[in-house]
């Protein structure tokens, strides 16, 4: 139970171009998604935290008109990646939780990620 | 605001037990997990503790200190397929909700 998938599981394109990276809960129904970034030797970074049918709530620093997320159904979050540049190169991996945010379920179940390269 | 620090690297022998420690200062502190990321892989869920004491799940333990913001993991009979990074990860409040914070992770290698 609670696997999560990521799709696509790579992409490459070119700079100036969208890319739109799909997160979906398979078996469980995902009240809170969280999208992440990881750097190589890196941790991962949280970007943005979304609860299904609300607005994503954004860390600092990270540009919410650049990354725009939808958590259009309790099984599916999109994030995608507008104008893309070539240090937005990385690992996107996307989480599901099917508590809320700071609740006694919210433990997070990953996604396989997403590895961008920007050219 | 909050902090995650855990070793960078750790060897261990195959057959062998080791621990790996995180420490944290985490404002508003309600959890703390263990993910396994394998190289190249998204992290998986390993422990979540909340209340002191020692949580037992097969080969992996993981033990915490609420009053000290200390945890660690503990991994038995290790195999060589255990080689991987273990993220330590604390949960409390910035800005106003709760978020769980990543350490950098502890790189284990087990070796013969």
């Known amino acids: 139970g609670a696997v999560v998938s990521q799709h696509p599981s790579w992409v490459i394109c070119k700079s100036g171009t969208s890319v739109k990276i799909e997160c979906r809960s398979l078996?469980?129904?995902?009240?809170?998604m969280f999208w992440y970034r990881q750097f190589p030797k890196q941790s991962l970074m949280l970007m943005a935290t979304?609860?299904?049918?609300?607005?994503?709530?954004?860390e600092q620093g990270v540009e919410k008109d650049k990354f725009l997320i939808n958590h259009a159904s309790l099984t599916l979050s999109t994030l995608t990646v507008t104008s893309a540049h070539p240090e937005d190169s990385s690992f996107y991996i996307c989480?599901?939780?099917?508590?809320?945010?700071?609740?006694?379920?919210?433990?997070?179940?990953f996604g396989p990620g997403t590895r961008l390269l920007v050219l | 605001g909050q902090n995650i620090d855990q070793p960078t690297e750790m060897t261990a022998t195959e057959g062998a037990i080791v621990q790996i420690n995180c420490t944290y200062q985490?404002?508003?502190?309600?959890?703390l997990f263990w993910y396994q990321q394998h190289a190249g892989e998204a992290p998986t869920f390993l422990s979540y503790?909340?209340?002191?004491g020692l949580e037992e799940k097969g080969r992996f333990s993981s033990f915490l200190s609420r009053s000290k913001g200390y945890s660690y993991l503990l991994l038995k009979e290790l195999q060589m397929k255990d080689s991987a990074s273990y993220l330590c990860?604390?949960?409390?409040?910035?800005?106003?909700?709760?978020?769980?914070?990543f350490g950098i992770g502890t790189k284990l290698q087990v070796i013969p």
């Open positions: 503790n909340v209340l002191d």
């Open positions: 985490t404002s508003g502190f309600n959890g």
């Open positions: 979304s609860n299904e049918g609300s607005k994503a709530t954004y």
């Open positions: 989480s599901a939780s099917p508590g809320l945010a700071g609740g006694p379920r919210e433990t997070q179940y």
């Open positions: 078996d469980f129904q995902a009240t809170t």
């Open positions: 990860a604390a949960r409390g409040d910035s800005g106003g909700y709760q978020k769980v914070t």
